[in-house]
C-alpha cells in the first residue's frame, strides 16, 4: 500500500497538471494522494477536486486546508503536516509514504518503481530532471549539465572508497522531497518531517539513517520538476535557478568543493562508518566544518 503526500501554497495553475499524472500511473491501482494545502488564496484546492474528478476514480483525494501562523509557514511544517495527512488512509505501518511537490509531473511509471525499490527500512531518492515541456535558457541547462557531471565524478570517488552495498553503481544522487519514499514505521522512528524552513528533506533522510534507515538511489526512480524561478519554499530549486541565472548574465564564476576534498571525505566516512556503525554517519558527518568551494565549475557559456 502506498500514499502520495504533497504540500501545496498557491499551486492553482499546476495541481492540476501533477493530479493528471498521478492518474496516469501504471501497474499500481488508485493513487492514494494526500494534499495538504496551506496558507493559499487562489483556488487550489477547488483546482484540486476538478482534476481528481476528471481522473475518473484513479486519484483518490484526501485534501486538507490549513493556515499556519508566518513563523511556520514555511517547508517544514507543510511536509511534515503532507506526511501526517498521508498516515491517515486506513493501511498497515509498512504503507510507503511517497513525498513529491505540487510542481512536479512524475512519468507513469514513477510509483511502481518506487515500490519495486522499496523493501521495509528503505528511504528512496528519486532523480530529478527538469520538466522538457518548459524550455529553459541554454546557459541554465549547461550550468545544471556541468553540475551533474561534477556529482557524478563525486559519486565515482565515494563507490570506489565507500562503497554502500544497498546502494550500488550505477546511482544517481537526489533525495529531495520532490520524489521521496519511506515506509510509516521508519519515518516514525526518524521523528517525520523536521520543521526547518529550509533543507527539511535532507533532515528528514539524515533522521531516518540514524533511525537505522539505509538510502538508495535507483536509476529506475525520476521524476520531472517545473524549472520555475518563483518557487514557493526558501532554498528550494527556484533559488538555484534564479542564482544561475544571475552568474549567466554576470559572467562570475560558480565555484564547487575540489573533488580531492570529496576524497578525503570519503575516506572519513569510510572510518567513521567501521568505527561506529552505518547509522551514526549523518549526524557525525554535519558537527564536520563545510567543504570549501575552490574549484571554479566549467561550463559552456552563450557565444
Known amino acids: 500500500m502506498f500514499c502520495v503526500c504533497v504540500p501545496a501554497r498557491n499551486e492553482a495553475g499546476r495541481i492540476a497538471t501533477l493530479i493528471e499524472a498521478l492518474g496516469m500511473q501504471h501497474g499500481v491501482g488508485p493513487v492514494r494522494l494526500a494534499l495538504l494545502i496551506n496558507n493559499s488564496d487562489d483556488g487550489t484546492v477547488e483546482m484540486a477536486r476538478s482534476a481528481a474528478e476528471r481522473a475518473d476514480g484513479r486519484v483518490l483525494l484526501h485534501v486538507r486546508e490549513t493556515m499556519f501562523p508566518p513563523a511556520k509557514a514555511h517547508a517544514g511544517s507543510a511536509r511534515r503536516a503532507a506526511m501526517e495527512l498521508g498516515m491517515e488512509w486506513p493501511g498497515a505501518d509498512d504503507k510507503l509514504l511517497i513525498s513529491t511537490d505540487a510542481d512536479c509531473r512524475p512519468p507513469p511509471g514513477w510509483i511502481a518503481a518506487n515500490l519495486a525499490a522499496a523493501p521495509a527500512g528503505y528511504v528512496i531518492g528519486g532523480a530529478i530532471q527538469f520538466d522538457e515541456r518548459e524550455p529553459v535558457a541554454t546557459e541554465i541547462g549547461a550550468i545544471r549539465a556541468a553540475l551533474a557531471a561534477y556529482w557524478q565524478a563525486v559519486r565515482t570517488i565515494e563507490d570506489a572508497i565507500d562503497p554502500l552495498p544497498w546502494d550500488p553503481p550505477p546511482r544517481h544522487g537526489d533525495h529531495t522531497g520532490a520524489s521521496l519514499a519511506l515506509d510509516v514505521a521508519l519515518y516514525r522512528r526518524a521523528g517525520g518531517v523536521p520543521q526547518l524552513a529550509t533543507g527539511e528533506d535532507r533532515a528528514l533522510v539524515a533522521a531516518a539513517i540514524g533511525a537505522g534507515g539505509r538510502l538508495v538511489h535507483p536509476p529506475s526512480v525520476w521524476t520531472r520538476t517545473s524549472a520555475r524561478t518563483l518557487g514557493r519554499a526558501a532554498g528550494g530549486m527556484a533559488e538555484d535557478i534564479r542564482h544561475w541565472e544571475s552568474l549567466a548574465v554576470s559572467g562570475e564564476t560558480l565555484t564547487v568543493p575540489d ?34 568551494h575552490d574549484m571554479p565549475l566549467q561550463w559552456k557559456r552563450a557565444a
Open 259 to 292: 573533488l580531492r576534498h570529496w576524497r578525503d571525505r570519503a575516506h572519513w566516512r569510510r572510518g567513521w562508518r567501521i568505527a561506529h556503525g552505518d547509522d551514526a554517519v549523518p549526524a557525525a558527518e554535519a558537527a564536520l566544518a563545510p567543504l570549501p
